[in-house]
T-cell receptor
Framework: DQQVKQNSPSLSVQEGRISILNCDYT??????FLWYKKYPAEGPTFLIS?????DKNEDGRFTVFLNKSAKHLSLHIVPSQPGDSAVYFC?????????????FGGGTRLMVKP | DAGVTQSPTHLIKTRGQHVTLRCSPI?????VSWYQQVLGQGPQFIFQ???????GRGNFPDRFSARQFPNYSSELNVNALLLGDSALYLC??????????FGNGTRLTVT
């Protein structure tokens, strides 16, 4: 049973436009959510996180939105750049683990075209 | 500062064999976690260690074991390898409460 799902395996966006990556979860115990980016032959790199007490967190070009009632979060990248092309994973944790013992989604491959 | 380092980077083993993967955390990080990433899927949690004690274990069989040493480095051991154990094994380190920092992984192929 997948507790964290990324239903779009891939997404293609033009450079300069907005990229929106979506993630759904089923476990209401999750209280901390993160996004990681992964390039080929490298480990995942932390991008941004959000606690369940917030509904938005922003860091430069990256914004994460959390809708607890819908059990849905999204990552917005504005403006998108070719260097953003990578696989993006959303992840969740609970019991105040704050980013440890993560449950990951299956990933979305983002392609930003010049 | 050096990031999380894992060795070896690639490994080929035969079914039934044993494998040991190694991980050195970022300096100052006392927590080490292990994840398995099968091709086309997201990483799956295996173990977390903090101060040499197991803090969490994912849904993996007893063939998987790990330990953390006094210098906070860690080993992941897998016995009686199966074809399905072929995957990228990721090690991550963190402070007590902080996002995980991942290494580049060990690619294990079981034939």
């Amino acid at each position: 049973d997948q507790q964290v799902k990324q239903n779009s395996p891939s997404l293609s966006v033009q450079e300069g436009r907005i990229s929106i990556l979506n993630c759904d979860y089923t476990n209401s115990m999750f209280d901390y959510f993160l996004w990681y980016k992964k390039y080929p032959a490298e480990g995942p790199t932390f991008l941004i996180s959000i606690s369940s007490i917030k509904d938005k967190n922003e860091d430069g070009r990256f914004t994460v939105f959390l809708n607890k009632s819908a059990k849905h979060l999204s990552l917005h990248i504005v403006p998108s750049q070719p260097g953003d092309s990578a696989v993006y994973f959303c992840a969740a944790s609970y019991d105040n683990n704050a980013g440890n013992m993560l449950t990951f989604g299956g990933g979305t491959r983002l392609m930003v075209k010049p | 500062d050096a990031g999380v380092t894992q060795s070896p980077t690639h490994l080929i083993k035969t079914r039934g064999q044993h494998v040991t993967l190694r991980c050195s955390p970022i300096s100052g990080h006392k927590s080490v976690s292990w994840y398995q990433q099968v091709l086309g899927q997201g990483p799956q949690f295996i173990f977390q260690y903090y101060e040499k004690e197991e803090r969490g274990r994912g849904n993996f069989p007893d063939r998987f074991s790990a330990r953390q040493f006094p210098n906070y480095s860690s080993e992941l051991n897998v016995n009686a390898l199966l074809l399905g154990d072929s995957a990228l094994y990721l090690c991550a380190s963190s402070l007590v409460v902080s996002p995980l920092h991942f290494g580049n992984g060990t690619r294990l192929t079981v034939t």
